[in-house]
């Protein structure tokens, strides 16, 4: 629990909420008062590149107040958000922490965790500046709660050139079939993890973008509001197809993180990895340029979406702190020196691209002429007890086998997963 003197600022900095756009005026003569307390999962790679951009930002938008670290590693937030959950319900919630904007955000919602920072949306220019699709998406309740940082790319695969010259594919595959059959020849030629893996969330990815190049984006994203059923032989389908990819995995990946699978890329013992474009951010940390990208086979112009976002607690210790970093996020030069580093595109249509790499130009010209596709793995689509049940599912479906039997476990478990959850997307 926080300190009884954090307690008592928690509360005479709620009433300062509605002029934290002075960011650094009126410090209070308790030390502890300029603390500002950032909650997010971004520990290495250009993760922590970006969060760094955002730090030195801060420090310069909102003099007097000093960055805290809240972090806890891992993947995703899968160990951070079990992390805040816990806080948060033991009343100590950090001022502001890293969530996925869309329907993840629902518990926090729900429960009264968060502020509704609609009004800043337009006092901070965000309003005119976000594509109106993201807005719609993140609108909760008539209500905006988060505010992006950046867009990423979800259905990305990355590859090892060296790798794939070595087996003479030297282009994009495009079909799922064609995908397929390159990693049948990788493995003929010696190579036992053809598609480098990690644990559940990575594996949803992964199912997710088999599902959009079977179903099509429209029926894809009509599994998350109920239009399209996970019953159907369409579903099945691509469960089969996802089991074949699985086949061609490593056989540890229930016990990897994404970094760590990226290490068979890198080291030459994958030909390809899927995983969103903040891997090249990394790639580029580790001093590995010999890769190349495209969009998973068979989901055309498909733009599987999830946007950084961070949301100001309802009983955050320092919420002018907070909501002067929350300011320092939504500007344009707050999020060209984030996406430049992490390897995401802004949120903001408006912000710079300085320093941006031709993938970042290319991703951004991309988010506005493809179709946007929302992510369940990345909490876009769904809740964070429908991710939970999702994860699980394909967790069980993994150490199983991929026997007929377990594929319609598979099934069975995700539709149970949305007739359960569904009513809260």
């Known amino acids: 629990m926080r300190s009884t003197r954090r307690a008592l600022a928690a509360v005479v900095g709620a009433a300062v909420l509605l002029v934290a756009s002075a960011c650094g005026t009126g410090e209070?003569?308790?030390?502890?008062?300029?603390?500002?307390?950032?909650?997010?999962?971004?520990?290495?790679?250009?993760?922590?590149?970006?969060?760094?951009?955002?730090?030195?930002?801060?420090?310069?938008?909102?003099?007097?107040?000093?960055?805290?670290?809240?972090?806890?590693?891992?993947?995703?937030?899968?160990?951070?958000?079990?992390?805040?959950?816990?806080?948060?319900?033991?009343?100590?919630?950090?001022?502001?922490?890293?969530?996925?904007?869309?329907?993840?955000?629902?518990?926090?919602?729900?429960?009264?965790?968060?502020?509704?920072?609609?009004?800043?949306?337009?006092?901070?220019?965000?309003?005119?500046?976000?594509?109106?699709?993201?807005?719609?998406?993140?609108?909760?309740?008539?209500?905006?709660?988060?505010?992006?940082?950046?867009?990423?790319?979800?259905?990305?695969?990355?590859?090892?050139?060296?790798?794939?010259?070595?087996?003479?594919?030297?282009?994009?595959?495009?079909?799922?079939?064609?995908?397929?059959?390159?990693?049948?020849?990788?493995?003929?030629?010696?190579?036992?993890?053809?598609?480098?893996?990690?644990?559940?969330?990575?594996?949803?990815?992964?199912?997710?973008?088999?599902?959009?190049?079977?179903?099509?984006?429209?029926?894809f994203t009509g599994l998350f509001t109920g239009a399209t059923k996970w019953e159907g032989k369409a579903v099945r389908a691509a469960i089969d197809d996802y089991a074949k990819i699985l086949d061609f995995t490593n056989a540890d990946r229930d016990s990897l993180d994404w970094p760590e699978a990226e290490r068979l890329l890198i080291d030459g013992k994958a030909g390809y990895q899927l995983m969103g474009d903040w891997l090249a951010a990394d790639l580029a940390a580790n001093n590995f340029s010999g890769y190349d990208s495209f969009t998973f086979p068979g989901n055309g112009k498909a733009f599987q979406w999830l946007a950084d976002s961070f949301a100001l607690t309802t009983g955050a210790p320092n919420p002018a702190g907070g909501a002067c970093w929350l300011q320092t996020v939504a500007s344009p030069e707050g999020q060209q020196a984030f996406n430049a580093e992490k390897g995401s595109i802004p949120a903001r249509t408006d912000a710079p691209t300085t320093g941006f790499s031709d993938y970042q130009l290319k991703a951004s010209a991309d988010w506005k002429s493809g179709v946007a596709v929302p992510s369940c793995a990345h909490g876009s689509a769904c809740s964070q007890p429908w991710q939970n049940a999702a994860n699980a599912a394909i967790g069980a479906f993994s150490a199983s086998g991929a026997t007929a039997i377990d594929k319609a476990a598979l099934q069975s478990a995700l539709a149970a997963a949305a007739k359960q959850f569904i009513r809260q997307a």
């Open 28 to 219: 209070d003569d308790d030390s502890t008062a300029s603390k500002v307390e950032v909650f997010t999962w971004w520990a290495e790679g250009g993760e922590k590149a970006g969060l760094d951009a955002l730090v030195s930002r801060f420090t310069t938008a909102c003099p007097g107040k000093e960055f805290t670290s809240g972090v806890v590693p891992g993947g995703a937030g899968v160990n951070a958000k079990q992390v805040l959950n816990a806080r948060l319900q033991q009343n100590d919630p950090p001022d502001v922490f890293q969530v996925h904007a869309g329907a993840e955000l629902l518990d926090h919602i729900d429960a009264g965790q968060i502020k509704d920072l609609t009004s800043e949306f337009s006092s901070w220019g965000l309003t005119g500046a976000l594509p109106e699709g993201l807005v719609e998406t993140i609108t909760v309740n008539g209500r905006l709660w988060s505010v992006p940082a950046g867009v990423h790319r979800a259905n990305v695969v990355w590859t090892n050139d060296q790798v794939l010259a070595e087996s003479g594919i030297l282009t994009a595959p495009k079909t799922l079939d064609d995908f397929i059959a390159n990693l049948g020849k990788l493995r003929r030629d010696g190579i036992e993890s053809p598609l480098a893996l990690g644990r559940d969330w990575t594996q949803l990815m992964l199912l997710e973008s088999v599902l959009i190049s079977d179903l099509g984006p429209k029926k």
